[in-house]
């Protein structure tokens, strides 16, 4: 064991304590959906700017010609891309409910640079993350608690890729996954948390238990 960690966190919006969806589980294990049958579901989001897309399209292009415009057109700026998914089966029994999830999710940054040569045209800086998670939780009048273990493991892929490299780069998915990524790490971490009043309306959660190997 590496270390451990208490946290203590407040939680007054409703969004939040009461939560839209499963994926919502990830703040408040109390927010595990309370349903009678079982139940599958999947939650995607995916978050760019119409420029990012295009640079991101573009250096799909294999033609030296058109990527070099583009880092041109480009320099000095930062463009992100980020998406998260959360697929999850979940059911409840009585006053108790339970949750299992996976999660995944990706951020990546890229900034051109004003030479071309062997310092690199591109700075890029990936971010990826996938995470295993197990709920419980119980409803008791105007108290819902529960608790949640989670492992987690995350890549990083850093790198100043010369035109090069991006014009032997044919799809946006090798950024995010390649001979430049780092072994990934991983934590585990439990999650204790709470939501009172008619509505659920305040919640608190508490997070401990956390380790890394």
Request: positive net charge; charged residues 20%; proline residues 2%.
């Amino acid at each position: 064991m590496e270390g451990f960690k208490l946290e203590l966190t407040w939680m007054g919006g409703v969004d939040i304590a009461i939560g839209k969806n499963s994926k919502s589980t990830l703040l408040n294990p109390a927010n595990t959906p309370l349903k009678k049958d079982l139940k599958i579901e999947f939650i995607n989001s995916v978050l760019f700017d119409s420029k990012s897309f295009e640079f991101i399209k573009g250096l799909s292009s294999n033609d030296s010609g058109k990527i070099s415009d583009l880092m041109n057109k480009n320099i000095g700026k930062s463009l992100e891309i980020s998406e998260d998914n959360f697929i999850s089966i979940y059911g409840s029994n009585e006053n108790y409910s339970w949750l299992l999830g996976g999660y995944n999710s990706v951020y990546g940054r890229f900034i051109t640079h004003t030479g071309f040569g062997s310092i690199g045209a591109m700075e890029s800086f990936v971010e990826r993350e996938s995470m295993i998670v197990g709920s419980l939780s119980q409803s008791r009048d105007n108290f819902k608690y529960g608790f949640n273990l989670r492992g987690i493991e995350r890549y990083r892929t850093i790198h100043n890729y010369t035109i090069g490299e991006i014009v032997e780069t044919d799809s946006i998915f090798r950024y995010f996954d390649n001979r430049y990524t780092k072994k990934p790490w991983g934590c585990g971490i439990l999650t204790l948390g709470g939501v009172i009043g008619p509505i659920f309306g305040k919640g608190r959660v508490l997070h401990s238990g956390y380790w890394r190997y």
